[in-house]
């Protein structure tokens, strides 16, 4: 089946230690996204990328960062995780044309900062 | 004032029950309107999706859309234990199609 997976499914990591978040799609899909979701929280988007064109959103902290070397797969990087990242990071797809607004979701990485 | 407000519940149904979700939201700019569920400790996944006002029906779930109140709702008929989740609405505007805003969520039981 089509999907979005994200590994590691829960990631563990100390004050101050950089940690990647990595996701891949077997979907083919052009747009690729990253969400952080605090608990009771909406899904809050980070960036995007748009084929290989990377979207910032303007209140995304500098502490993140993303590459995206295909296709396929797209990493979230975070240089100096703090308490305040903890959090559940969610990557998604979508494809351009059609419903370009259905965006497909992986199971999502649950990050603890300690 | 967020641009989506979402009642965060819980709310706890019996079975069977008809439910109601609904958010609301300021930006008249969007056009595009869904409605994402949400499983405890899973990435969402697109339950309905509307462009513009108007109904939609699928299957149990019908979502409606009143773009003159800003006010958009989700029912689901005939509910079951299975429908226990999390439901987020999402918009998103014409010109900046692949930014989705979305609701907090609100949390549904469905009592057996």
Redesign the interface.
Known sequence: DAM?I?NPRYQVTQFGKPVTLSCSQTLNHN?M?WYQQKS??????LF?Y?DKDF?NEADTPDNFQSRRPNTSFCFLDIRSPGLGDAAMY?C?T?RVGG??????????T?LTVT | QKEVEQDPGPLSVPEGAIVSLNCTYSNSAFQYFMWYRQYSRKGPELLMYTYSSGNKEDGRFTAQVDKSSKYISLFIRDSQPSDSATYLCAMSALDSSYKLIFGSGTRLLVRP
Do not use: C, I, M, W
């Open positions: 979005v994200q747009v996204y009771s929280q909406a899904p809050k988007l995007h748009y979207n969610l998604a979508s419903t370009a607004y259905e965006q497909y979701f992986g199971p999502g649950r």
